[in-house]
């Protein structure tokens, strides 16, 4: 029997948890950094079709809508902003009484900055908005000439 | 059997499965990856462990079937209290992976399996076996008393 699809968000945690217990908080990063290269090829391939900001909306619009997740998302001038409400992962380890990995939201950071970066863009995220655990904000903008 | 019409893919999953098998097995070793999904296992599915030895191999086809909601899993079930044999004919992860413009499929992906199953049935008094063909997708599951 497979590891299941729709035992990800509690596998997916777990494995962080174990990683850092046995190698520290490097091998966790340096797995967000595997699935970074790996996984967001499609939101490399979206941006490089789209632009930065189309594709970025094509792409947390499709994946939130396919997960169920409560968000709102608006297209400015140049910039993208998503709050995302009631996160689903966080919510499915809350339901299934999965403790939650310590640093689990900074790994969405780790995962599309990167290629946001490589596309002259940098997220801005926030997390845990009013201490709500499933709430955050993320903003994407282009970097100024000095590079911020 | 074939699980019902999906409302949700999750299907994207199987691919950053594939990816952690295959870094943990690039960074750490062979040992590593084992100990990982024995970690899984033992740990992870601790819940489904105590569920049966509570319940037995219920608990199991009970877990199963829940496994199979929005999935593409093509399967036989044949259970009876002292047996779970499930025949998998063609397995959703390895078609998706196998599909996939990004993933290459982990050479040892079937293997997490044999390992993440062997540790349950261990640590609830069960015995179990596995027969796979990784590249068709194939496998047949038993767990027993």
Redesign the interface.
């Known amino acids: 029997m497979r590891l299941p699809a729709n035992q990800f968000f509690g596998i997916y945690n777990d494995t962080f948890k174990h990683l850092e217990s046995r190698f520290g908080k490097e091998a966790v990063l340096d797995i967000w950094h595997e699935i970074s290269e790996n996984y967001c090829k499609v939101l490399d391939g979206l941006i490089t079709r789209h632009g930065p900001i189309e594709g970025s909306y094509i792409f947390w619009d499709t994946g939130f809508k396919n997960e169920g997740l409560d968000y709102e998302i608006k297209k400015g001038d140049d910039s993208l902003e998503i709050v995302v409400h009631n996160c689903v992962p966080i919510a499915w380890k809350k339901k299934h009484n999965v403790e939650n990995y310590r640093d689990y939201c900074e790994h969405c950071d780790a995962l599309y900055s990167p290629v946001l970066r490589k596309h002259g863009y940098k997220v801005s995220l926030v997390w845990d908005i009013g201490g709500v655990p499933g709430e955050c904000k993320r903003r994407i903008t282009k970097f100024n000439k000095y590079g911020n | 059997m074939t699980a019902k019409a999906k409302t949700?893919?999750?299907?994207?999953?199987?691919?950053?499965?594939n990816?952690?098998f295959?870094?943990?097995e690039d960074?750490?070793g062979d040992e590593?990856l084992k100990?990982?999904w024995e970690?899984?296992g033992e740990?992870?599915y601790g819940?489904l462990i105590e569920d049966i030895k509570k319940r037995g191999t219920k608990a199991?086809e009970d877990?199963?079937l829940?496994?199979t909601?929005?999935?593409d899993i093509v399967y036989e079930l044949k259970t009876d209290p002292d047996r779970f044999e499930?025949k998998i004919d063609s397995?959703?992860?390895i078609g998706f992976i196998k599909k996939s413009?990004?993933?290459k499929l982990f050479h040892k992906y079937c293997q997490?399996?044999r390992v993440?199953?062997s540790k349950i049935a261990e640590l609830s008094g069960l015995e179990y076996r596995v027969d796979y063909d990784q590249d068709k997708g194939k496998c047949t599951?038993v767990f027993s008393k």
């Open positions: 949700q893919d999750l299907s994207e999953f199987y691919g950053i499965y990816t952690m295959q870094f943990v960074k750490y590593e100990k990982y970690f899984i740990k992870y819940w199991i877990y199963w829940s496994t909601e929005n999935d499930l397995c959703s992860a413009a990004h993933d997490h399996c993440v199953n599951h």
